[in-house]
């Protein structure tokens, strides 16, 4: 099956830090997205992003299908973005069988 | 609008007990998933339904049941609960994955099997 994997696996950053998160996949897919899973447990979806760019206020992310990456950018980085960052991807013809990665723990410090 | 919802939060049980975890969506969503998050892992699809009345193994179907009676629920049960089964469960919705909709997740259920 596909394999996703993440990195780095943890990243401690100061408040005001910008950060880069990345996905790698082994085979084509059909969608990719990106989560983040809070302190207490809550997955929250970021980003919907097979291919292209999308940004959302201090997140952006970047999928480029054919090299079968995608990329995760945090800008100016708050104590509030801490937490679990999970890549998803599905490759098994849209039926939203999502497989994950390992996910990357950040940690904002004030 | 409550979104995903889940019942119970936590549970407690013993090897060999039986339980059903309830998950509810009030957002007329046709696709409905279950999965379950060991620690420092990600998530792993157990089962998903496509529609009321279907169900669908994931990639961990072993020792779980589900049933779609309803569209807005989506029951996952636990026949004779085991110590590897501890670990927390999610549900997810979404509205139609074939033209890119995000799944929304619930809170998640945590149970422990002694």
């Known amino acids: 099956g596909i394999q996703v994997e993440q990195s780095p696996p943890d990243l401690i950053l100061q408040e005001g830090a910008n950060s880069t998160l990345r996905c790698n996949f082994s085979?084509?897919?059909?969608?990719l997205q990106w989560f983040h899973q809070n302190p207490w447990g809550q997955l929250i979806n970021l980003f919907y992003?097979?291919?292209g760019t999308k940004q959302n206020g201090r997140l952006s992310a970047t999928t480029v299908a054919t090299e079968r990456y995608s990329l995760l950018y945090i800008s100016s980085s708050q104590t509030t973005d801490s937490g679990v960052y999970f890549c998803?991807?599905?490759?098994?013809?849209?039926?939203?069988?999502?497989?994950f990665g390992q996910g990357t723990t950040l940690q904002v410090k004030p | 609008n409550a979104g995903v919802t889940q019942t119970p939060k936590f549970r407690v049980l013993k090897t060999g007990q039986s339980m059903t975890l309830l998950c509810a969506q009030d957002m007329n969503h046709e696709y409905m998933y279950w999965y379950r998050q060991d620690p420092g892992m990600g998530l792993r699809l157990i089962h998903y339904?496509?529609?009321?009345?279907?169900?669908a193994k994931g990639e961990v179907p072993d020792g779980y049941n589900v049933s779609r009676l309803k569209k807005q629920n989506f029951l996952l049960g636990l026949e004779s609960a085991a110590p590897s089964q501890t670990s927390v469960y999610f549900c997810?919705?979404?509205?139609?994955?074939?033209?890119?909709?995000?799944?929304?997740f619930g809170p998640g259920t945590r149970l422990l099997v002694l």
């Open positions: 339904s496509v529609g009321e009345g279907t169900t």
């Open positions: 998803a991807v599905d490759g098994s013809g849209n039926t939203g069988k999502l497989i």
């Open positions: 085979d084509s897919v059909n969608n």
């Open positions: 992003i097979p291919s």
């Open positions: 997810a919705s979404s509205y139609d994955w074939r033209y890119g909709e995000t799944q929304y």
